[in-house]
């Protein structure tokens, strides 16, 4: 059983920053590639930014230079560091994690429960 419990989502005016964490825990053996996916109210699921087990990001166009994820491996806990907000970035963020439970290569992706994040213009 894992549990990925995220938090940090809030209201902010435009321009403004936010930081979300998600933090994993259970029968963990090792986490491999963790993200943030967001789903804005009409539109499609979308992959924000990923990070490798080793720190390699990914992230999409629209958060490129305003967007970092990083994660604390110690900790089994992933971060969002959001800047320069745009009404745009309103959406419910997902974290996601994959994670083995054992030395067998199999994996499987666990979610958080989401976290609001609200931009005002």
């Known amino acids: 059983q894992v549990q990925l419990v995220e938090s940090g989502g809030g209201l902010v005016q435009t321009g403004g920053s936010l930081r979300l964490s998600c933090a994993a825990s259970?029968?963990?053996?090792?986490?491999?590639?963790m993200g943030w996916y967001r789903q804005a109210p009409g539109k499609e699921r979308e992959l924000v930014a990923s990070?490798?087990?080793?720190?390699?990001?990914n992230f999409a166009d629209s958060v490129k230079g305003r967007f970092t994820i990083s994660r604390d491996n110690a900790k089994n806990t992933l971060y969002l560091q959001m800047n320069s907000l745009k009404p745009e970035d309103t959406a419910v963020y997902y974290c996601y994690a994959n994670i083995q439970y054992s030395s067998m290569r199999s994996s499987s992706r666990w979610w958080g429960q989401g976290t609001q994040v609200t931009v005002s213009t």
């Open positions: 990070i490798s087990s080793v720190g390699s990001t």
């Open positions: 259970g029968s963990i053996f090792s986490i491999n590639t």
